[in-house]
């Protein structure tokens, strides 16, 4: 993957660029463009928030265990941690018994399955890191919006978009110039660019399912 003319170039705008259909192949998804257009319901949006319980659980387990690695734990350093708002979101938007109400669909398993592969592999972990949060901070902005706008939603049920006390675009310059200061060898940057296609597939296979799953399931 590694050309000559890539010595020149940091490895944040490596992988902005050599993902980039990735990352369009998951944002463009029937259950995406539709949720963003307002054609779907807040228990649509409610089933993808209790995939998201399961998928950020683990991340957040890898995290803990990278934490004192010294290239990843730079970036859980970041301390953007989601669980705990997505579980503030699940008990306004189902009610007190949300977590026996939930369970992750067949695609989101084998989500699970990666991140608990890459919370052993730093490049690999990192770049799932890199795949959630960036996306949270950039993407994910957009989405809270829209929720807002199209399903009349306020900060109950929303909480998964919010940093509070997080300076945001700061925080995303930080992100890139670690990525860029990165001592990974060729081998392990493309292992980590890599993975970044692999977490935009398994994010895009959790969309799809969640398009043609039961209503009532997730």
Do not use: C
């Not at 463009?33 to 649509?44: E, I, K, N, W, Y």
């Not at 010294?70 to 708002?85: K, M």
Request: glycine share 6%; proline share 5%; charged share 25%.
């Amino acid at each position: 993957m590694v050309h000559v003319a890539d010595a020149e170039v940091g490895l944040a705008a490596r992988v902005r660029a050599l993902t980039r259909a990735d990352h369009e192949a998951a944002e463009t998804t029937s259950f995406v463009t539709d949720l963003m257009a307002g054609r779907l319901d807040v228990a649509a949006y409610t089933r993808l928030a209790s995939q998201h319980y399961f998928i950020y659980e683990a991340l957040e387990r890898g995290g803990d265990a990278l934490r004192t690695d010294p290239v990843a734990g730079d970036f859980v350093g970041f301390g953007l941690e989601r669980l705990p708002a997505i579980a503030a979101d699940l008990h306004d938007l189902r009610g007190p018994s949300w977590r026996s109400e939930i369970s992750p669909l067949p695609a989101t398993r084998d989500y699970l399955t990666r991140l608990a592969a890459a919370a052993s592999d730093p490049p690999a972990y990192v770049a799932h890191h890199y795949t959630r949060y960036l996306g949270d901070l950039s993407g994910g902005q957009l989405v809270r919006k829209a929720l807002r706008r199209e399903y009349g939603l306020a900060a109950d049920g929303t909480r998964f978009y919010e940093f509070p006390g997080v300076a945001i675009g700061a925080v995303k310059r930080r992100y890139r110039e670690l990525l860029d200061a990165a001592p990974w060898s060729a081998t392990e940057q493309d292992r980590f660019i890599d993975e970044v296609k692999r977490a935009f597939a398994l994010n895009r296979a959790v969309f799809e399912a969640l398009a043609t799953s039961p209503a009532e399931a997730a």
